[in-house]
Nanobody
Framework: QVQLVESGGGSVRPGGSLRLSCAAS????????LAWFRQVPGKAREGVAG???????HLADSVKGRFTVSKDNAKKILYLQMDSLKPEDSAMYYC???????????WGQGTQVTVS
C-alpha cells in the first residue's frame, strides 16, 4: 500500500521560502513518477512540479526560477523548495505518485501554504 505524507507547509510573508516534504512508504521511490500539485478552493488542481522515473524534473511555468523539486530515493522523500513566494502561491499542496507521469493514483492528504 503506497502512502504519502506531506509536511512543511505554513504561513510566510511574500518573498519568503518554505520547503515541503513528502514522505513515502510502500514502494520504491525510484520506480514511480512523483509530483506536487496545488489547489485553491473553487479552482482546478494545478500541477506544480514533478520528477519522472528517469530523474528528469518538470516545473510549471508559474514557478520556474522560484521552485525546485528533488527527491531522496534512499529516504523515500520528495521535496519542493519554494523561494520568492508570492500570494498567488497560496494553496493546499499535495504530493502524488504514479507508475507514469500521466496518471497519479496515490495522493497525500495535503499541506497548506499561505503567503500574505
Amino acid at each position: 500500500q503506497v502512502q504519502l505524507v506531506e509536511s512543511g507547509g505554513g504561513s510566510v510573508r511574500p518573498g519568503g521560502s518554505l520547503r515541503l516534504s513528502c514522505a513515502a512508504s510502500g514502494y520504491s521511490a525510484s520506480a514511480y513518477c512523483l509530483a506536487w500539485f496545488r489547489q485553491v478552493p473553487g479552482k482546478a488542481r494545478e500541477g506544480v512540479a514533478g520528477i519522472g522515473t528517469n530523474g528528469v524534473t518538470h516545473l510549471a511555468d508559474s514557478v520556474k526560477g522560484r521552485f525546485t523539486v528533488s527527491k531522496d530515493n534512499a529516504k523515500k522523500i520528495l521535496y519542493l523548495q519554494m523561494d520568492s513566494l508570492k500570494p498567488e502561491d497560496s494553496a493546499m499542496y499535495y504530493c502524488a505518485a504514479g507508475g507514469t507521469c500521466s496518471s497519479f493514483p496515490y495522493w497525500g492528504q495535503g499541506t497548506q501554504v499561505t503567503v500574505s
